[in-house]
């Protein structure tokens, strides 16, 4: 399977642990992109680098939140002391630098805090 | 305001049926312009790209009023097998995509 991959699937925790994600973009993508889902809504942008600079960060990221890509490949989102609101699904993407509006992604984590 | 409205559904209906979504966005420097597709519990896949000029892919019809900020998706002949929710999305410059709500989509048989 060449297309995105995250893991875990699932998370359950309870309310003040940290938590890591993980994202294997397509492996010639240089564009990799962070958006979380809540029930009933879109998603919503958080984060994206291009290899292993971090170019944008949303004003959803709070200070809890950090995101690395460190050799330009697979990434990280970890947040720490989580809140029940961070329960959501956290999508990762990937695109060409050339072909950013072309996003394909992954499966998805999905993330619940008791 | 939210940057890309949608109006959330749930549309409910027989199959056979031509069922249109509408979707406004408030950024007009926005770029490109695109409907995705959302299956329950799945990631969000891209259905396809909206032109000014209009574009069709088969049973769906993507139009873009640019003056009026303005999107549509057009579903003819409708299949069980496109329930779905259906997210309008705008891509500003930056690359980062900007997500509508989405706009639920029940087939009946």
């Known amino acids: 399977d060449t297309g995105v991959s995250q893991d875990p699937r699932h998370k359950i925790t309870k309310r003040g642990q940290n938590v890591t994600f993980r994202c294997d973009p397509i492996?010639?993508?240089?564009?990799l992109y962070w958006y979380r889902q809540t029930l009933g809504q879109g998603p919503e942008f958080l984060t994206y680098?291009?290899?292993?600079?971090?170019?944008?960060k949303s004003r959803l990221l709070s200070d809890r939140f950090s995101a690395e890509r460190p050799k330009g490949s697979f990434s990280t989102l970890e947040i720490q002391r989580t809140e029940q609101g961070d329960s959501a699904m956290y999508l990762c993407?990937?695109?060409?630098?050339?072909?950013?509006?072309?996003?394909?992604f992954g499966p998805g984590t999905r993330l619940t805090v008791l | 305001r939210k940057e890309v409205e949608q109006d959330p559904g749930p549309f409910n209906v027989p199959e056979g049926a031509t069922v249109a979504f509408n979707c406004t966005y408030s950024?007009?420097?926005?770029?490109?312009f695109f409907w995705y597709r959302q299956d329950c519990r799945k990631e969000p896949k891209l259905l396809m790209s909206?032109?000014?000029s209009g574009n069709e892919d088969g049973r769906f019809t993507a139009q873009l009023n640019r003056a009026s900020q303005y999107i549509s998706l057009l579903i003819r002949d409708s299949k069980l097998s496109d329930s779905a929710t259906y997210l309008c999305v705008v891509n500003p410059r930056g690359g980062k995509l900007i997500f509508g709500q989405g706009t639920e989509l029940s087939v009946k048989p």
């Open positions: 680098f291009q290899n292993e600079a971090q170019l944008e």
């Open positions: 993407a990937s695109s060409l630098i050339e072909r950013t509006d072309t996003q394909y």
């Open positions: 950024n007009s420097a926005s770029q490109s």
């Open positions: 909206v032109y000014s």
């Open positions: 492996s010639e993508h240089n564009r």
